[in-house]
């Protein structure tokens, strides 16, 4: 009997070769836009659109599906827009070899993935295994605590950190009523002080925290 490994490398050997961007499919329901892909053993290897590459199981892959290609106008054949829509470009520039899986990622929470990208760069200049003086860790700096709470297991695990991270600041922006610089104040100090001052807490940290976010978001 075929190993799962190796029913899954043929599936995706059906997949055929060209240069538009594919898409891959994870058995949790995830998806990752990838320049391009290969086996090696029971591990796959993803060149990110941005720039360098991951591994990750074959195991965790149920296809690949391949993009339509982008017309001039940076539109897809099916309307979709192009990662490189000008409207993108400065937050995907920021984000770098992690803007695919931001976008994919703000998707899914509903938040906005230029707002998710500031608050990774402010929070780690995009080091996934990052670790602050108060125990906050990786991508998006989140607390041990904070991971749990959202259902990370993993913290240092790129996917589960943002993720989560994005889980947390979509349930502040419920909280604070869609008040963007509420919930980025929430996301540094905590929902309760910012429940008791009323606003974003008058900590240097914080109002500054807040600032850098907010101006990375606008750019």
Not at 70 to 98: C, F, I, Q
Not at 122 to 129: A, I, L, R
Not at 148 to 165: A, K
């Amino acid at each position: 009997m075929r190993s799962l490994a190796a029913v899954i490398f043929l599936s995706l050997l059906a997949t055929p070769p060209g240069r538009a961007a594919e898409v891959v499919v994870f058995h949790d329901g995830r998806t990752l836009e990838v320049e391009a892909w290969e086996a090696a053993g029971e591990q796959a290897i993803l060149e990110l659109k941005g720039g360098g590459r991951i591994q990750v199981p074959l195991s965790r892959i149920v296809t690949v599906n391949r993009l339509p290609e982008a017309t001039e106008s940076g539109v897809a054949s099916n309307g979709v827009p192009h990662p490189t829509d000008p409207a993108e470009k400065a937050w995907r520039e920021l984000a770098g070899e992690y803007a695919d899986l931001i976008a994919l990622t703000a998707e899914r929470h509903g938040v906005e993935p230029g707002l998710l990208a500031a608050m990774a760069k402010v929070e780690s200049d995009f080091d996934p295994y990052a670790v602050s003086n108060k125990g906050a860790c990786g991508l998006l700096q989140l607390l041990p605590s904070t991971a749990e709470r959202f259902g990370v297991e993993s913290i240092f695990d790129v996917d589960q950190n943002l993720d989560g991270g994005a889980r947390y600041l979509r349930w502040l922006l419920d909280r604070f009523g869609g008040s963007t610089e509420l919930a980025v104040a929430a996301y540094n100090a905590g929902e309760e002080a910012v429940d008791r001052h009323g606003g974003i807490p008058p900590f240097p940290e914080t109002r500054a925290y807040v600032s850098r976010v907010m101006e990375r978001a606008r750019d």
